[in-house]
């Protein structure tokens, strides 16, 4: 049994960082619903699922630490059994970086063309859901702290097809956007934007997943992969939001101008500076497309 220290200071830190993304998130989603109100319907409506899910799963990780810590308090069972609602974890965490990762393969088709690599990001996807699912259900079949080893199968199955996809959806972005560039000035500088905003977003939910995977490997029997665990859901929301609420500075920058219609944000728009066009920035579909089903 590891000590109330390595047991309950992992949770309480990752619970902490929980609450200061989900306050970022809250900016995010609330600076999307004022800017896009002319995006499509379902991504609005993925927007608006995230938001829901985030805030159950905030109040998850309020109810995780409570019932240790104030419930049970000075109780042998705060140190014996998993907080009722850690079950709920796992399978809240696949339900928001599920739809995400499925998203971005549908960026990746739109870009490469290729529905090969969009389906392996699916697949890897939907076994990180099967995998976040299987958790669950061992977690609420074993309840106790010293039986945690037993969850490493599913939680491996689930983090490692989850940061897989996360690498291969980053990867691929970048090595497309990349061969993408036009020799016009205003058009890179958009598209080496996006390319690192790839990068900085893709890589920091595979590097807390990786970590996530290290720590509950190499330290079965403490909780320190939890600082990486209870924060991962809400730096795949962000992500997403920050990927989204940043298409009209990298537009603007680039001299191009979107034209809104009812459907979304299309990608017929006029340029601003000579030589920049609506079919030169089209290229980096990766912004331009939220508006098609």
């Not at 309020?62 to 850690?86: C, H, R, S, W």
């Not at 920091?204 to 490997?217: K, Q, R, S």
């Not at 997403?240 to 920058?253: A, D, G, Y």
Request: one cysteine or more; glycine letters at 6%.
């Amino acid at each position: 049994m590891p000590s109330v220290r390595l047991l309950f200071g992992p949770i309480l830190i990752g619970v902490f960082l929980n609450m200061i993304l989900y306050g970022v998130l809250l900016v995010q989603i609330y600076h999307y619903h004022l800017t896009y109100k002319k995006d499509a319907p379902w991504i609005k409506y993925l927007v608006y699922y995230l938001f829901a899910v985030e805030t159950i799963n905030t109040a998850c990780d309020i109810a995780i630490v409570f019932q240790p810590l104030i419930d049970n308090f000075g109780k042998p069972e705060a140190t014996m059994y998993f907080p009722t609602m850690f079950a709920a974890e796992p399978i809240v965490i696949v339900a928001i970086s599920t739809p995400i990762q499925l998203f971005f393969a549908w960026r990746i088709k739109l870009l490469t063309k290729s529905n090969i690599l969009a389906l392996i990001v699916c697949a890897l996807s939907i076994t990180s859901l099967a995998g976040g699912a299987w958790t669950t259900g061992l977690l609420v079949k074993i309840k106790l702290f010293s039986r945690k080893p037993e969850l490493h199968w599913p939680a491996l199955v689930w983090f490692l097809s989850a940061c897989v996809a996360d690498v291969m959806i980053t990867v691929v972005l970048v090595f497309t956007l990349s061969k993408r560039k036009t020799g016009f000035v205003a058009t890179d500088g958009a598209i080496e934007k996006i390319i690192r905003l790839t990068v900085q977003t893709g890589m920091l939910t595979a590097f807390f997943a990786i970590g996530d995977v290290i720590f509950f490997m190499s330290l079965p029997h403490t909780a320190l992969n939890f600082v990486w665990d209870l924060a991962l859901s809400k730096l795949y929301s962000n992500c997403l939001l920050s990927t989204l609420n940043s298409r009209l500075s990298i537009q603007s920058e680039s001299g191009f101008h979107p034209t809104y219609h009812k459907q979304g944000v299309s990608s017929s728009g006029g340029a601003r500076r000579p030589g920049v066009s609506a079919a030169v920035f089209s290229q980096s579909k990766f912004l331009s497309h939220c508006d098609r089903s």
